[in-house]
């Protein structure tokens, strides 16, 4: 399984479909083993990410370690956990100066084959609007802060985040329910899948 997995991983690296729209070029950056228990499905990298080439490598994923309550060493362990972005590509700036949205081939032309390589998947971690978008489709609530108040709907399977940007601090401090409650639950969960 692992091998059919690393010929899909290296078929996915060098992926060029959206190459004309992207600013800096494509670097897709995703982390997958056979045997992961864990998989992050975040946005798309950003420009530290892009330039570093290593996933979550930036303060977001400073914080998403903190919130998940896991070490980098962990974090970045392929055999336990997982990492396939919505977009695997820096997607440029959009005209207000944040992030575009992840480019949408990636996850249309490469998510289904990934995730069928994926058999031991016990929670997928749904971080933004973009991967729950696609992935919990109709049970989706009205906006993010509501489908991830109804975490518990998703589970086992899926829990849906915030992405935890520096953009998302009013956000964090307008639902302290997120700290007090999602997290402990989040944490404990985490600790059951790896274990």
Request: aromatic residues 8%; glycine residues 6%.
């Amino acid at each position: 399984m692992q091998s059919k997995l690393d010929t899909l991983l290296r078929e996915v690296r060098a992926c060029r479909l959206c190459e004309a729209e992207l600013p800096l070029g494509p670097r897709p950056l995703l982390r997958a083993r056979s045997s992961a228990r864990l998989l992050i499905i975040g946005q798309a990298p950003g420009t530290r990410v892009h330039e570093t080439g290593i996933p979550w490598n930036d303060p977001s994923g400073d914080r998403l370690r903190e919130w998940i309550g896991v070490e980098r060493k962990t974090f970045y362990d392929d055999t336990r956990i997982a990492i396939v972005p919505m977009g695997f590509c820096y997607p440029g700036r959009d005209a207000r100066g944040g992030d575009k949205p992840p480019r949408p081939e990636c996850a249309r032309t490469w998510h289904a084959r990934l995730l069928e390589e994926l058999p031991e998947i016990r929670l997928t971690l749904l971080v933004g609007h973009y991967a729950q978008g696609r992935y919990l489709a109709e049970r989706r609530k009205k906006n993010l802060t509501e489908s991830v108040r109804a975490w518990r709907e998703f589970t086992p399977r899926y829990l849906p985040l915030p992405h935890p940007s520096w953009r998302n601090t009013a956000w964090l401090k307008k639902n302290p329910w997120f700290e007090d409650d999602v997290l402990p639950c989040l944490r404990r969960r985490l600790r059951e899948v790896l274990r």
